[in-house]
Nanobody, 114 residues
Framework: QVQLVESGGGSVQAGGSLRLSCVAS?????EAWYRQVPGKQRESVAV???????NYLDSVKGRFTISRDNAKNTVFLQMNSLKPEDTGVYYC???????????WGQGTQVTVSS
């Protein structure tokens, strides 16, 4: 059974940190974190492409770090120096190694208060 479970969201004050995790029941070859704010389109925050290159949304560069643990089929998003504008629902997306299909996590809420 394909499962993709996110955790680590919560409420913090500005300047705080959170670490999001996304655990898959299968191996994957590319992964990303997105966030969505009500009334706006879902936007890509951090991406690790199949060739290992990493890209970040300009507004999170230097504050967020995406990483993965291949042995545990897990992708992380370390978020430091959080700002109120980082508030949103964060989703992980992975590309299955065998299926080459994209899978989305259920989303986890991040709320940053000023």
């Amino acid at each position: 059974q394909v499962q993709l479970v996110e955790s680590g969201g919560g409420s913090v004050q500005a300047g705080g940190s959170l670490r999001l995790s996304c655990v898959a029941s299968f191996s994957f070859i590319a992964e990303a974190w997105y966030r969505q704010v009500p009334g706006k389109q879902r936007e890509s925050v951090a991406v690790i492409s199949g060739d290992g290159s990493i890209n970040y949304l300009d507004s999170v560069k230097g504050r967020f770090t995406i990483s993965r643990d291949n042995a545990k089929n897990t992708v992380f998003l370390q978020m430091n120096s959080l700002k109120p504008e980082d508030t949103g629902v964060y989703y992980c997306r992975v590309l299955g190694r065998t299926s080459l299909r994209q899978y989305w996590g259920q989303g986890t809420q991040v709320t940053v208060s000023s």
